[in-house]
């Protein structure tokens, strides 16, 4: 398993050609040790207000599911948008350096903030059917998405971690926009479809299995889902998603996304992403969404302080 390119002397973290490879090769790469311990447990901590309504901003999220008190006590908590909620998660979701790392995998010259989610799985919570992230993005031009997708606790195959199909970003199939928490019918039923679609007879399926703090990167093009949690711990999760800095909105009409299609400015033919909603975070010209760093700190860079020289913070 690859682990981070960093030492002492590194001020950021870098691929190699390898892990570069990799990831074009099989649509998925796993970077062990991506936050801290200490990292790990402030997200997870800001989790419980949120979830009860309790958003430091006075913001509301995007997408939320998941109520205490109001559902059922096994489902999956799901909030996405959560970076205008809480600064503490918008640390990590507009974070230039998982922007920067996003979009290096992409080949692209620029990242933006796309979606940011968390995915927490109590014990005996459902499954999440197998979808490819791009089919979201549909109203967007270019169409495409990566996501970084960080565990928060022991994601094992028991308690339901991601699955992924490697390779199956490059499979020639469709998909649709569908609900995703607890399915009725077979959580891999998609998958089989496409894979017939894409005449692949036989899909080899990865239970991604890493530590808390561990992120794998996701190709927007791969299938992916996951299992019910047959633990008793409750299995959690971040995802960073990152766009091309230049993505535009297709001319209304065109694709369907309920989420980016709400921020669509209606006045004359303004097909541009507003940068309030989906800030610039990196380029390689050295370009920032100007209010993000008056906004929240980047945690990812005060984490490779802390590597560089721990003695002087
Ligand atoms: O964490 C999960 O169970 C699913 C995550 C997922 O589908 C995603 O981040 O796109």
Not at 164 to 171: A, D, F, K, L
């Amino acid at each position: 398993m690859p682990s981070l390119a960093m030492s002492s002397l590194q001020t950021r973290l870098s691929f190699t050609a390898q892990q570069i490879s990799q990831f074009q090769a099989q649509g998925y790469l796993i970077l062990e040790n991506l936050l801290s311990s200490a990292q790990v447990e402030r997200l997870i901590e800001r989790f419980e207000p949120l979830f009860n309504t309790q958003f430091e901003t006075g913001i509301y999220p995007d997408e939320w599911y998941g109520r205490p008190g109001l559902s059922e006590p096994n489902a999956t908590q799901y909030m996405a948008g959560l970076w205008r909620c809480d600064r503490t998660t918008a640390a990590y979701a507009l974070s230039s350096e998982i922007a920067r790392l996003n979009a290096t995998l992409m080949g692209w010259d620029g990242g933006r903030y796309g979606i940011d989610a968390c995915w927490i799985k109590p014990p005996n919570a459902p499954e999440v059917s197998f979808h490819r992230n791009n089919t979201y993005t549909s109203v967007l031009d270019p169409s495409t998405i990566i996501t970084c997708w960080i565990g928060l606790s022991h994601v094992t195959a028991e308690a339901g971690t991601l699955e992924i199909v490697p390779g199956s970003h490059q499979w020639t199939c469709a998909d649709r926009v569908r609900f995703l928490h607890a399915p009725k019918d077979d959580y891999r039923a998609s998958l089989w479809q496409a894979a017939k679609e894409a005449g692949v007879e036989q899909s080899e399926i990865v239970k991604v299995e890493i530590a808390p703090g561990s992120g794998v990167f996701l190709h927007g093009d791969l299938w992916h889902g996951s299992a019910r949690n047959c633990t008793d711990k409750t299995r959690r999760s971040f995802a960073v998603s990152t766009l091309p800095a230049g993505t535009q909105f297709q001319p209304l009409g065109i694709g369907t996304g309920y989420i980016f299609n709400r921020y669509r400015n209606l006045m004359g033919d303004n097909l541009t992403l507003d940068e309030s909603f989906y800030p610039i975070l990196w380029t390689k010209d050295g370009y920032k969404t100007a209010f993000v760093d008056d906004y929240c700190r980047d945690a990812m860079a005060e984490r490779f302080q802390k590597q560089i020289a721990p003695q002087t913070i």
